[in-house]
Each structure stands twice: as structure tokens, then as C-alpha cells.
């Protein structure tokens, strides 16, 4: 597991109005320069972030409880500690709970890897876990005929991995140029 001396980290501010647990999940909001560091502001992810599943904003607190209006660090930097449901699994997809700092099976923003024995827990309703970005979006192209056509081009599809169905799914039909010949 990567220490958390060893990755990453940003400076930020916690503007959600809550303590921020040790691994918490959070959402940023803004950014602002203070003596030349650039500070995140962040808050608790919502209904939106949660349905979005923008993981470019998402960012996670490092080790440390942050009260409201305190400074702390983070990092976006993966794999990441965060803190999940207890009911998790290795292999779950998972996204922000809506007005929490855990991760919860609500998502699909990011993809269970391993148990972390670090502690603490929040309420004893949360372990920590190593997640990384679930990329849902990975497309392939599959040439379909070893013919080609009259401009030299062989027929194929644009196939999608679907997450949630664990298969591939055409996408479009297209052309395919063999840049060897």
C-alpha cells in the first residue's frame, strides 16, 4: 500500500459546514491562493456529484480529522484510502453517498480494490478501503473481415465495456486502416 507520505497532496479548506472524517470523501468546490499554494475548498458530495459521477473533483482527506473552517490535506491520487460502506467488497463499483463523506454502492465512479486495516472508522459504520478510478468508458476496435474495401480500409465496430453488465456492446459501425499496409 502506498504511504500517504509518498503521494500527492493538496491543501484544503473544509467549507461543508462538518467535520471531515479521515479518508472522507469530498467534492471541490473552488480553489484559492494563499501565500502561493493553491487551497482547495470542498465540501460534502450531494445528489448531483453523486449522479454525475465526476471523480475529477472528487478528492479524499488524508488521515486526519478537519473541523469546519479548518485546513487539511488530500489527495486525488490513485489508489487512494477512502472511506466505504462496511458492507463493501472487493470489486464493487462505488460512487459518493449523497450528503456523506463515504463511499457507498450508490456509484460508479470508482472500483474497490483491497481492505485497509487503518483506522479510525467512522461510527462504526465505515471501513477504509483502496479504491481507484473506475474507468466505464474503455472502447475497442474490432476489425470484422480480414477483406478490405476499395480504399483499402477493412469494415470493424467501436465496442464499449459496459460496467454495470460486466460485457462489451457495439457501439458503431467503422473503418479501419492497417497502418502496416
Known amino acids: 500500500m502506498?504511504?500517504?507520505?509518498?503521494?500527492?497532496?493538496?491543501?484544503?479548506r473544509n467549507d461543508s459546514g462538518y467535520t471531515v472524517p479521515p479518508y472522507g470523501t469530498m467534492v471541490v468546490t473552488d480553489t484559492i491562493e494563499e501565500q502561493n499554494e493553491i487551497i482547495y475548498l470542498i465540501r460534502r458530495p450531494t445528489y448531483v456529484d453523486e449522479q454525475r459521477q465526476d471523480s475529477a473533483r472528487v478528492v479524499f482527506n488524508l488521515g486526519e480529522y478537519v473541523e469546519a473552517d479548518a485546513k487539511g490535506r488530500c489527495t486525488s491520487a490513485m489508489p487512494a484510502q477512502a472511506l466505504c460502506l462496511a458492507s463493501t467488497v472487493i470489486g464493487d463499483t462505488v460512487g459518493p453517498v449523497e450528503d456523506s463523506f463515504i463511499l457507498g454502492n450508490t456509484g460508479i465512479a470508482f472500483i474497490?480494490?483491497?481492505?485497509?486495516?487503518?483506522?479510525?472508522?467512522?461510527?462504526?459504520?465505515?471501513?477504509?478501503?483502496?479504491?481507484?478510478?473506475?474507468?466505464?468508458?474503455?472502447?475497442?476496435?474490432?476489425?470484422?473481415?480480414?477483406?478490405?474495401?476499395?480504399?483499402?480500409?477493412?469494415?470493424?465496430?467501436?465496442?464499449?465495456?459496459?460496467?454495470?453488465?460486466?460485457?462489451?456492446?457495439?457501439?458503431?459501425a467503422c473503418r479501419v486502416r492497417d497502418v502496416n499496409g
Open 2 to 12: 502506498t504511504k500517504t507520505d509518498d503521494i500527492r497532496q493538496y491543501a484544503f
Open 112 to 172: 474497490v480494490k483491497t481492505r485497509d486495516n487503518t483506522y479510525p472508522h467512522v461510527e462504526g459504520s465505515s471501513e477504509t478501503w483502496m479504491v481507484e478510478i473506475n474507468v466505464s468508458e474503455v472502447e475497442v476496435v474490432q476489425v470484422t473481415s480480414n477483406t478490405r474495401d476499395a480504399d483499402g480500409y477493412y469494415p470493424g465496430n467501436v465496442q464499449r465495456f459496459v460496467t454495470l453488465t460486466k460485457t462489451w456492446v457495439t457501439v458503431r
